[in-house]
């Protein structure tokens, strides 16, 4: 009775956590700065994303997830373990029990792998839940009912495409495409035709302030600094808003084919429900301008924008930690 329930949106961009009851208390992103001499952790969350692509030898700001799953453990690990004890609060005597999302696509040692993690990180015991389904029951839609909901999730590192009736998957599919790849195609693209080398935040600022999904008739434009690669010198080049949604191009369309296997996967049912009830987008990157309208297009299902999609993840787990035997279904383990 006095153990707290702490739900983790362990994400490749940020992490979220909520505690059941309360709503969220922490949306920070999953970036751990460590010491190179002493392997010691010095910065979680914004401090240490503050130091990306600013540190010098000795220090290593880095993701310690990609793709949605862990890269390395240790550094995942004290991921955790800062978020844990920050929901936890100064009194600990009791270990909490802790709910975390998953893609649908994780191996059964990628799932042994968060769990270990959340467990040396002191917690008393994780299960685990896919993304996907999170989404939908944040997003409002009524998973338990015997009719086909299609969701699509594209958070930082992975877009998470499944179908959903009767509290349970019935297709799905995880590219490993989010807003990271989208960022770095920025990158790559700026470099070749502009011979200048952004870093990661610029790339995202200019994503979210000029990014589109499909070109624009009247389009914006903004300074991005960077190091020529010819002469070595700090430069400034004016950037618009269509070529930006020209680097986009490739990463929208492993998307848009992921989508389609989920729906060429589709029972003919349920495929009749998603034509009448249309695709819900969620995650961070759902917020890219006209990102809708693609997909609308390009598949031939109508879709629509969750609101506050990049919390729809938290706000299902929130509700699951809430009422763990109406979704007990849904529970990996």
Do not use: W
Not at 45 to 64: F, R, S, Y
Not at 98 to 120: D, F, K
């Amino acid at each position: 009775m006095f153990t707290k329930k702490i739900g983790i949106d362990l994400g490749t961009s940020n992490t979220i956590v909520t505690l059941a009851k309360k709503g969220v208390i922490a949306n920070e992103p999953s970036v751990v700065a460590i010491s190179i001499n002493d392997n010691k952790i010095l910065a979680v969350g914004q401090e240490a994303k503050e130091m990306l692509g600013k540190t010098p030898d000795i220090i290593k700001a880095d993701c310690p997830l990609k793709d949605g799953v862990i890269a390395d453990f240790r550094v995942t690990e004290a991921l955790l373990h800062y978020f844990i004890h920050k929901a936890g609060g100064a009194i600990k005597i009791f270990r909490p029990e802790t709910l975390i999302s998953i893609p649908a696509g994780i191996t059964s040692t990628e799932r042994r792998a968060v769990i270990n993690a959340a467990l040396e990180a002191g917690a008393k015991s994780a299960y685990l839940v896919k993304k996907p389904t999170l989404s939908a029951i944040g997003a409002g839609i009524p998973i338990n009912s015997p009719a086909g909901n299609i969701t699509v999730d594209i958070g930082g590192g992975t877009s998470e495409i499944a179908v959903i009736s009767l509290g349970g998957i019935v297709a799905a599919c995880s590219a490993r495409v989010g807003g990271n790849k989208l960022d770095q195609a920025i990158i790559n693209y700026v470099r070749k035709k502009y011979m200048l080398a952004i870093g990661e935040q610029t790339a995202e600022m200019t994503k979210i302030k000029l990014g589109s999904a499909t070109l624009q008739s009247k389009e914006e434009e903004m300074e991005v600094r960077g190091r020529d690669l010819s002469s070595g010198l700090p430069k400034v080049i004016k950037l618009r808003s269509n070529e930006v949604t020209e680097a986009l191009q490739d990463e929208l369309r492993e998307i848009i084919q992921a989508i389609k296997k989920v729906l060429q996967e589709t029972p003919p049912e349920l495929a009749a429900d998603i034509i009448d009830r249309g695709m819900i987008l969620t995650g961070g990157t759902a917020k890219l301008k006209n990102l809708d309208n693609l997909l609308a297009k390009a598949v031939g299902v109508p879709c629509y924008v969750a609101d506050e999609p990049d919390l729809c993840v938290i706000k299902g787990i929130k509700i699951v930690l809430e009422n763990l035997e109406t979704y007990k279904r849904s529970l990996v383990n």
